[in-house]
């Protein structure tokens, strides 16, 4: 029964957190862009405030609801800022983002989340190769399609792995994502121009990769399960 009332009690959280956020992005269009109601004048000295503000929110958010994914922050970061200050401000939230896991991951019990990692076959070498080489598995893990980022966060939080090192390996592994969708998102509107099409080939192409390379770590973990099972016979 606790634990029933846990599950709902957080469902309500994440939902308060969801209709904030609307709010706030209805605010942001409807009262700084386009009708100018100016319910805050002295933030017409700052442009990106809203902007800014808003991606930064979720951000955070997506600490606890996962299915707001980060490529759609990239794309949505693009298209409503300059691409060098979208950049910026990914790496801000990615920062928090990251950090806010990493913090929930230490107050966390290892067990569980060794146990809820391995439900995804994808992420069995990391679970295997964190411990002898924790930077390298930051890094790759970024690649891997599944689980999602802040489970792995998480999991490296659980571990303890040393904060510098998790924070630049990971920085690292989501960067090559990153960039190209934040010019996809910028020429959203021209998407005939080579602005939009050249970062969407390279962000396509990264896609397969990742995709490719996670089913290449299944195929290799399922041989070796049924390599196991040969000998036992």
Not at 52 to 73: D, P
Not at 112 to 140: D, E, G, T
Request: positive net charge; hydrophobic residues 55%.
């Amino acid at each position: 029964m606790m634990k029933k009332n846990s599950t709902l009690r957080m469902r309500w959280i994440r939902f308060g957190i969801v209709i904030v956020l609307a709010a706030v992005i209805v605010c942001l269009f409807l009262d700084w862009r386009q009708s100018g109601l100016g319910f805050m004048p002295w933030l017409d000295r700052l442009p990106w405030f809203f902007t800014i503000l808003t991606i930064l929110l979720l951000f955070v958010a997506k600490t606890v609801i996962w299915f707001i994914h980060l490529r759609v922050l990239y794309l949505t970061a693009g298209f409503l800022m300059p691409a060098l200050l979208a950049i910026i401000v990914i790496y801000a939230g990615l920062f928090l983002q990251l950090s806010i896991g990493y913090l929930i991951g230490m107050r966390s019990q290892p067990d569980a989340i060794h146990a809820r990692m391995k439900k995804y076959k994808a992420s069995r070498w990391v679970l295997r190769s964190v411990r002898q080489n924790p930077l390298l598995s930051c890094f790759a893990a970024r690649f891997l399609p599944t689980p999602p980022t802040d489970l792995f966060n998480i999991f490296f939080g659980s571990l303890r792995i040393p904060y510098d090192k998790y924070i630049f390996a990971s920085m690292l592994g989501l960067t090559p994502a990153m960039v190209p969708l934040v010019f996809v998102g910028e020429r959203a509107l021209d998407p005939l121009s080579t602005g939009f099409l050249l970062p969407f080939s390279i962000s396509v192409l990264l896609a397969v990769l990742s995709l490719y390379f996670s089913l290449k770590i299944k195929k290799r973990d399922g041989n070796g399960e049924k390599a196991k099972i040969s000998k036992t016979k």
